[in-house]
C-alpha cells in the first residue's frame, strides 16, 4: 500500500483458543506443543518473506494487541473511505 501512497500496515495473526476454564497444565502445555508449530521451516520462510515479526502473547496480552489492531484498522479504514466508511467519503 505504501507504493499507492497510503501509509498503512496490515496485520495477521494466528491465534490458538482453548475453553474457558482449561486447567493450567493444559494451557502450559498447549504454550509448549504451538510454540514449535511457529519455529518450523516453513513458518520461518513466510515470516522472512513478508518482513513479519513473530511474537507469542498469552491470551490477556493477545487481548490488548487485538484491540490496538482494531482501533488501527477503524482509523486507516475511515482515512481511506473504505468498507462502511466508504459512503461519508462520496
Known sequence: M??????????GFLAIFGPKGLPDMSKRDWRKS???????LP???L???TGSS???RG???FGKYLEAVGAQS???FKELGLGIYGKEKK
Open 2 to 11: 505504501k507504493d499507492l501512497g497510503y501509509d498503512i500496515e496490515a496485520a
Open 34 to 40: 504451538s510454540h514449535g508449530l511457529f519455529v518450523i
Open 43 to 45: 513458518w520461518e520462510k
Open 47 to 49: 515470516i522472512e518473506n
Open 54 to 56: 513473530l511474537f507469542i
Open 59 to 61: 491470551s490477556i496480552e
Open 74 to 76: 477503524k482509523k486507516e
